[in-house]
């Protein structure tokens, strides 16, 4: 079983529909993988489908039924914190709730789904292309 962090980014092309969106499908139907979801990246893709317009509860409920959501607590604050500043030395636009992402596959012991290009050459990430 692989555990995977669904980052926002994956969960945007899912939720469009589009050809990238449906590497992910793929990927989260598979029933190898165990999906998780931050709870920081529940924030970004809710506040990101209002913007353009898209039913955020559509959103909310695909996140809420197929994923399971990794709090945080003051303690993983602290340790994103460093790792954002330790990365962002060599990923000028790699974002805080990116930072978040990474950590908790890490802490669980799984990688990141996503196509950021912003993971790419970091270990732990499934870079979908």
Same mark, same amino acid.
Do not use: C
């Given at each position: ?5 669904? *980052? ?17 499908? /793929?990927?989260?139907? /598979? ?5 998780? @979801? ?25 996140? @809420? ?10 303690? *993983? ?5 460093? !790792? ?9 636009? $790699? ?17 990141? !789904?996503?196509?950021?290009? *912003? ?7 499934? $870079?979908?292309?």
């Amino acid at each position: 079983m692989t555990d995977l962090v669904v *980052d926002s980014w994956a969960w945007i092309e899912y939720l469009e529909g589009s050809e990238l969106g449906g590497k992910v499908r /793929d990927v989260m139907m /598979d029933e190898r993988n165990k999906l998780h @979801t931050h709870i920081v990246s529940i924030a970004e893709i809710i506040s990101k489908e209002k913007r353009r317009n898209k039913d955020p509860e559509i959103a909310w409920k695909a996140i @809420t039924n197929l994923t399971h959501i990794l709090p945080m607590d003051e303690s *993983d604050s602290k340790a994103v914190g460093l !790792l954002h500043a330790e990365l962002k030395s060599k990923k000028k636009n $790699l974002g805080l709730a990116d930072s978040f992402v990474l950590y908790a596959a890490r802490k669980i012991g799984g990688r990141v !789904l996503t196509g950021d290009p *912003d993971f790419r050459g970091i270990s732990d990430v499934m $870079l979908l292309q």
